[in-house]
């Protein structure tokens, strides 16, 4: 990690962030040669360019995205997947791993199914198009969905995959973390309930100090506790 | 509004009913994120105001024949609850709460960077829960904190307050006896930043001078709300330096266990 990107300094919308001898990044608006902050977020400085990382707002698809999804409807030829964000986005036949007849896809994907898809296309008036043609994007039978907020998503997997690595360790659930912030995750009940709850705390202290020896400490003591 | 002006609202040391000089504002309290399944919200008291604001999205806009292919919609909804005021006030919209929410919608249109979201709506609620003249403003100021709080892109937080002439004096922040008996008022909101004027009403008769006055005094307690509403921001979100978190581009999804 660079030095400049630990100062984690909390910007409101306005506060000026540069005087014009960086770029302007994400998050951020300028105005007469000066940079801006355009949200509540955190101020962060990466090779030239200043941005603004949002601490909550609504999810937005960008491409290449891994998105859990929701079936809401089902058509001739399309699914519509709610995919956590203001956009709904259509699922093509095209863009399943099966063959579907014209007019036969409930009988693969049913409304509320949950599945693990990835954004194909977005355009400009943010018109969304999800595919399940690469490995590993699947129909996601049983378990649970724990939503969060989309920005928390990069503090739940950790430097590295750390942090979501050592609750996959203790609880011994499969998790799939999205980036719309909708995790899923199987396995034992009682281990799903720590898992959420390791989950839950760091959705609410995601800002904090030493998160990741908190919830290690807490999912320790809840697993000696039964051994 | 130009009621009993013979009615003595400011003494002979310019000391207002309330105990207020004529260019003090009245305690002011924020605070940010007060409801849990709102994407932002804030209280605010100023003086015996008592507002709540609420807001929710970028969500799918409904009707869909209100979704703008371009930008984003600001829906306000202003509404004074019917215990908000002394005689009960009959409950839903009237001519007064429909106005105020166009009002504050578009003011509230010109700051939010809207083409970032195009098709959707963004849904803005002020419930008064306690009115004591100035609520527009009220309103105003705590729907741009809850805005921030909800992480939409703006361009800056916005405050609002009104301005009026009692007893022939240019005064701040007019309470309900000085609103009802005052000769004029004077509603401001402004982009603090930058001085541009989102919303300014006049009710009465002001004269230039007293206008410019106004104005004036007006912009200038603005700029002391905008610090209020910043630093409840601030307190809501306050961070702990930390050290050890992760990486933000650290985003890779991790194989399934």
Not at chain 1, 87 to 102: G, I, K, M, S
Request: hydrophobic share 40%; with cysteine; glycine share 8%.
């Amino acid at each position: 990690m660079n030095k400049e990107s630990m100062t984690r300094e909390l910007v409101l919308p306005g506060d000026l962030l540069d005087t014009g001898s960086m770029k302007p990044g994400e998050g951020t608006y300028v105005q007469d040669g000066n940079i801006f902050a355009a949200m509540l977020g955190i101020k962060s400085v990466k090779s030239n360019f200043v941005n603004v990382i949002p601490l909550g707002g609504r999810y937005i698809p960008a491409p290449g995205d891994m998105i859990i999804g929701k079936v809401i409807d089902i058509g001739p030829s399309n699914w519509l997947v709610d995919i956590f964000s203001p956009y709904p986005a259509p699922l093509h036949v095209n863009e399943v791993p099966w063959r579907v007849e014209f007019g036969d896809t409930a009988r693969y994907l049913g409304v509320g199914d949950t599945l693990l898809a990835k954004v194909l296309s977005v355009d400009e008036t943010k018109r969304v198009q999800v595919t399940m043609k690469e490995q590993g994007l699947r129909k996601l039978q049983g378990g649970q969905i724990v939503e969060i907020s989309h920005s928390k998503v990069p503090r739940v997997i950790g430097k590295n995959g750390s942090m979501i690595q050592m609750i996959k360790t203790y609880t011994n659930c499969r998790i799939m973390v999205g980036n719309n912030g909708r995790i899923w995750m199987d396995g034992n009940m009682e281990d799903m309930v720590h898992a959420k709850q390791a989950i839950r705390m760091i959705d609410e202290g995601a800002q904090t100090l030493k998160l990741t020896e908190r919830v290690k400490e807490f999912l320790e003591s809840v697993y000696r506790k039964e051994e | 509004m130009g009621g009993n002006s013979d009615m003595k609202l400011i003494d002979e040391n310019g000391i207002r009913i309330d105990g207020r000089k004529v260019d003090e504002l009245r305690p002011i309290k924020i605070e940010a994120g007060v409801l849990k399944s709102a994407d932002g919200s804030a209280y605010v008291e100023i003086g015996k105001n008592k507002v709540l604001a609420a807001v929710y999205g970028p969500r799918e806009c409904h009707p869909r024949h209100m979704q703008n292919p371009a930008k984003a919609i600001v829906q306000c909804k202003y509404n004074m609850i019917s215990f908000s005021v002394s005689d009960r006030k009959r409950p839903g919209p009237d001519r007064r709460s429909v106005e105020i929410s166009k009002l504050i919608s578009e003011a509230m249109d010109y700051v939010v960077f809207t083409e970032n979201y195009p098709r959707t709506s963004i849904d803005v609620y002020i419930e008064v829960l306690q009115a004591n003249a100035g609520t527009r403003c009220a309103g105003l100021t705590a729907a741009a904190v809850a805005l921030a709080d909800a992480g939409i892109p703006m361009k800056d937080i916005i405050p609002a307050v009104a301005v009026g002439k009692v007893n022939d004096q240019v005064v701040l922040d007019l309470n309900k006896e000085e609103d009802n008996y005052g000769q004029a008022d004077l509603p401001i909101a402004i982009i603090p930043r930058t001085g541009e004027v989102l919303l300014l009403q006049m009710d009465g008769h002001l004269t230039q001078e007293e206008f410019d006055k106004a104005l004036d005094m007006g912009v200038k307690a603005c700029q002391e709300i905008y610090e209020l509403q910043k630093d409840a921001l601030r307190r809501r979100y306050a961070i702990v330096n930390g050290e050890d978190e992760a990486k933000d581009e650290d985003q890779e999804m991790p194989e399934e266990a």
